[in-house]
T-cell receptor, first 113, second 112 residues
Framework: NAGVTQTPKFQVLKTGQSMTLQCAQD?????MSWYRQDPGMGLRLIHY???????DQGEVPNGYNVSRSTTEDFPLRLLSAAPSQTSVYFC????????????FGPGTRLTVT | GQQVMQIPQYQHVQEGEDFTTYCNSS?????IQWYKQRPGGHPVFLIQ?????EVKKQKRLTFQFGEAKKNSSLHITATQTTDVGTYFC????????????FGTGTRLQVFP
């Protein structure tokens, strides 16, 4: 199993550009989520999904869109990038039950200039 | 804003010294998980606590969940250089939510 994969590993965008961060898992996990990590802020939940076709907002959803058309994939879209979105983005997945551990991908380091 | 706080933010210790990080929530948590993130890496699950007052041990690591289920701690006995990293707690506020909220993290540096 590859586990949780994320692409790209690094990305530089100009303000106003759009892009999609890809996340995929091959563990048949129902629960997937996106976090951003900033110094001193820990990991903040952006969006999450409890299954294909179901998504919900986390703590910091503004500026980001998600969709979950398949169990395996959970892409994160930045519609119009802003410097405040410079961060490291982690995708995570777990079994459907709320008591299971989260498996994290390797992260995407995004810089918006 | 962030409602799961951890203290301290940073801790530097000499190898062999003990280390403790504390996790505090403003609301009751249904369960709490702990993760470790090595420098440049991604968070990796360590353990989960569910019951009020629960204590679990993993070798030199001891985890506690408070009686009111609003706080937790991680204690490392006799730190080693392999313990270097950032430790995060994460919890769900209530039993009906799927949102897992992470704490602010404690970065541990161990000097040989």
């Amino acid at each position: 199993n590859a586990g949780v994969t994320q692409t790209p590993k690094f990305q530089v965008l100009k303000t106003g550009q759009s892009m999609t961060l890809q996340c995929a898992q091959d563990m048949n996990h129902e629960y997937m989520s996106w976090y951003r990590q900033d110094p001193g802020m820990g990991l903040r939940l952006i969006h999450y999904s409890v299954g294909a076709g179901i998504t919900d907002q986390g703590e910091v959803p503004n500026g980001y869109n998600v969709s979950r058309s398949t169990t395996e994939d959970f892409p994160l879209r930045l519609l119009s990038a802003a410097p405040s979105q410079t961060s490291v983005y982690f995708c995570a997945s777990s079994y459907g039950d709320r008591t299971y551990e989260q498996y994290f991908g390797p992260g995407t380091r995004l810089t918006v200039t | 804003g962030q409602q799961v706080m951890q203290i301290p933010q940073y801790q530097h210790v000499q190898e062999g010294e003990d280390f403790t990080t504390y996790c505090n929530s403003s609301t009751t948590l249904s369960n709490i998980q702990w993760y470790k993130q090595r420098p440049g890496g991604h968070p990796v699950f360590l353990i989960q606590l569910v019951k009020s007052g629960e204590v679990k041990k993993q070798k030199r690591l001891t985890f506690q969940f408070g009686e009111a289920k609003k706080n937790s701690s991680l204690h490392i006995t006799a730190t080693q250089t392999t313990d270097v990293g950032t430790y995060f707690c994460a919890g769900r506020r209530g039993f009906m939510t799927d949102k897992l909220i992470f704490g602010t993290g404690t970065r541990l540096q161990v000097f040989p």
